[in-house]
């Protein structure tokens, strides 16, 4: 399906008769190549610029009220490698841009 699909058909079922969507950010779902310090690695998850997309798409879409994120572990984390992508990310929620 491709990541822009699955962000459109998301923000379709989670908005319908809402006034505002919550996000949460798992950081599980992140690869663990690109984020080390989460609860659970599992290979294969989103990548930086896949991740970063899709919260761009959920900012475009003018529909998000609220974030949280989750599963960030620093005892795990690479010099803070995962904590900075998480910020990254809610920066890009927030309208940011990365390209």
Wanted: glycine share 12%.
């Amino acid at each position: 399906m491709g990541i822009e699909r699955v962000v459109e058909q998301a923000l379709r079922i989670a908005g319908e008769g809402t006034d505002g969507i919550h996000v949460c950010l798992d950081a599980d779902v992140l690869d663990p190549l690109e984020a080390p310090g989460v609860g659970l690695q599992v290979p294969g998850g989103l990548s930086y610029r896949e991740a970063h997309f899709a919260l761009e798409l959920l900012a475009e879409s003018g529909r998000i009220t609220s974030m949280d994120v989750t599963e960030v572990n620093a005892l795990l984390d690479d010099n803070r490698r995962t904590a900075r992508l998480a910020v990254g990310l809610v920066t890009s929620v927030l309208g940011k841009r990365i390209i």
